[in-house]
């Protein structure tokens, strides 16, 4: 039923910018983007209410990420800029009637879309 596409996944050098999208369809909800890089446990990255009236980041991307959603569009963006090499990660998009940073508060999740960010 409910459906969720990432895309915009790339190699891209440090300071570039990068701009991920989630195509979502079976309803609206509050999204996350969540990453996961090769042995390390998936990390929460930002999260935008249903409405797109709150957001919240992890710090480690404070000032550089900015979570973005077009209901009209069904889509939910992640604008990464100023990108670093530890921002390599598959990067998921998740869906919650809730509003949080935990992944257990997710019930639908993407398939998820590489950055790789290399010099």
């Known amino acids: 039923q409910v459906q969720l596409v990432e895309s915009g996944g790339g190699l891209v050098q440090p300071g570039d910018s990068l701009r991920l999208s989630c195509v979502a369809s079976?309803?609206?909800?509050?999204m996350g983007w969540f990453r996961q890089a090769p042995g390390n446990e998936r990390e929460f990255v930002a999260a935008?209410?249903?409405?797109?009236?709150?957001?919240y980041y992890t710090e480690a991307v404070k000032g550089r990420f900015t979570i973005s959603r077009d209901n009209a569009q069904n889509t939910v963006y992640l604008q990464m800029n100023s990108v670093k090499p530890e921002d390599t990660a598959v990067y998921f998009c998740?869906?919650?009637?809730?509003?949080?940073?935990?992944?257990?508060?997710?019930?639908?999740w993407g398939q998820g879309t590489q950055v790789t960010v290399s010099s």
């Open positions: 998740a869906a919650s009637t809730r509003f949080g940073y935990a992944a257990e508060i997710y019930d639908y």
């Open positions: 079976g309803g609206i909800f509050s």
């Open positions: 935008i209410m249903w409405n797109g009236n709150k957001q």
